[in-house]
């Protein structure tokens, strides 16, 4: 049958004259055209919606909503499931067996899926550029100019050719914009968010710290983790840890995971993001290091910062201040160390993972898709 706008008027106009008339064939044929295309409509949205999704439960909806009292919000629960994921490279274990520990990170990582510890490899290099077909062919290629050139790069000598002060392990966005420290005006509204919550996260700090972590050899709290260090003491107690809510410890800091929530460049979705207090002993150092990606700024609140505490990133010193925000590329080179006397106690910042400003709001969608936790 040829379509015409002609033929397509003559449809509608009978149809007017019959509905008209009180034909009731053709207004039950009216009726159930209408129906049809209201369910098409309903399925199509909830497989667009499904898809969307597919990177887990902790969305920007979800983040936005309050974590229930006395249970674990759906998007956590949800995300229980997911891989062991290690909380830091060279991380030593507390001798804890069980399912929640391993869970809090109490274990050393032994999965080749770990993307802080595993090197990658040639197969790795592949999922990764078939995951970006397969999003593109579900979304767009628009705007994955910087995306296709980083994941066709993966496995090359690129990351050799690049200058030392910055390699990152993982994933490397080319042609962004990249300096060791950053302005606050660079994600304004979260830094100012963060800094308003200081007393709310100083407190919930203070409430999951116990005296055990200041005694050597002593068993660490549940929750907390332990990080190899050259000397003295590393603690971590992580909300998310690349990508994957800590159930347990989120409904022990609900204002924190609340702050979470509000924030709007946390890096919710895509195992470069990770949110968690971290505690340095006196006399401890951070060996030097590169983060996993130059997509994402790490942002240190500080919490307590006693004297001679410094934080190192491509060369460039700089100190903590307690309220305040430092925000950090670390795909640089860095390093942080307590030299400060035992009076003077540990240094916790409450350390978030936010995006570069400089990656747009396509690539985000793109990266939370082919860096999904356990793809």
């Not at 009216?30 to 898809?51: D, K, N, P």
């Not at 674990?72 to 062991?84: C, G």
Request: glycine share 10%.
């Amino acid at each position: 049958m040829e379509w015409s706008l002609e033929r397509m008027r003559e449809w509608v106009a009978g149809g007017m004259q019959s509905v008209r008339e009180c034909e009731g064939g053709a207004l039950g044929t009216v009726l159930c055209l209408a129906l049809l295309f209201i369910w098409y409509c309903y399925r199509m949205g909830c497989e667009q919606t499904g898809s969307a999704l597919r990177g887990g439960g902790y969305t920007p909806e979800a983040r936005g909503s309050a974590l229930p009292s006395g249970g674990l919000a759906p998007d956590l629960s949800s995300r229980l499931a997911a891989p062991k994921i290690c909380q830091a490279r060279g991380g030593a274990s507390s001798g804890g067996g069980s399912s929640e520990e391993e869970l809090n990170g109490f274990a050393y990582c032994q999965s080749p899926e770990c993307f802080r510890c595993a090197q990658p490899a040639e197969g790795f290099n592949q999922r990764l550029y078939q995951s970006l077909q397969e999003y593109a062919k579900r979304y767009t290629w628009a705007g994955m100019g910087r995306v296709h050139k980083g994941v066709r790069a993966q496995g090359r000598s690129l990351p050799c050719s690049r200058p030392s002060i910055q390699k990152p392990e993982v994933f490397f966005l080319p042609d962004l914009p990249s300096a060791p420290f950053f302005s606050r005006e660079a994600q304004k509204h979260d830094v100012e968010l963060l800094e308003r919550s200081f007393a709310a996260l100083l407190t919930e700090f203070e409430c999951v710290y116990r005296l055990p972590l200041a005694r050597p050899n002593s068993p660490l709290p549940l929750g907390w983790k332990v990080n190899s260090t050259p000397r003295g003491h590393w603690w971590t107690f992580y909300l998310v840890n690349q990508g994957t809510p800590m159930a347990l410890n989120a409904r022990r800091c609900p204002r924190a995971w609340r702050v979470l929530g509000q924030l709007r460049t946390f890096i919710a979705n895509n195992v470069f993001g990770n949110a968690c207090f971290s505690v340095l002993s006196p006399g401890a150092i951070i060996s030097e290091h590169y983060g996993p990606t130059n997509v994402r700024l790490r942002c240190h609140l500080g919490l307590k910062v006693p004297s001679s505490c410094e934080l190192v990133v491509g060369g460039e010193p700089q100190c903590w201040s307690e309220g305040s925000c430092l925000l950090f590329d670390d795909s640089f080179l860095h390093t942080a160390f307590h030299e400060g006397s035992s009076e003077g106690g540990p240094r916790v910042v409450f350390m978030v993972d936010l995006w570069h400003p400089n990656v747009a709001a396509a690539e985000r969608q793109a990266l939370d898709y082919i860096f999904t936790p356990g793809r």
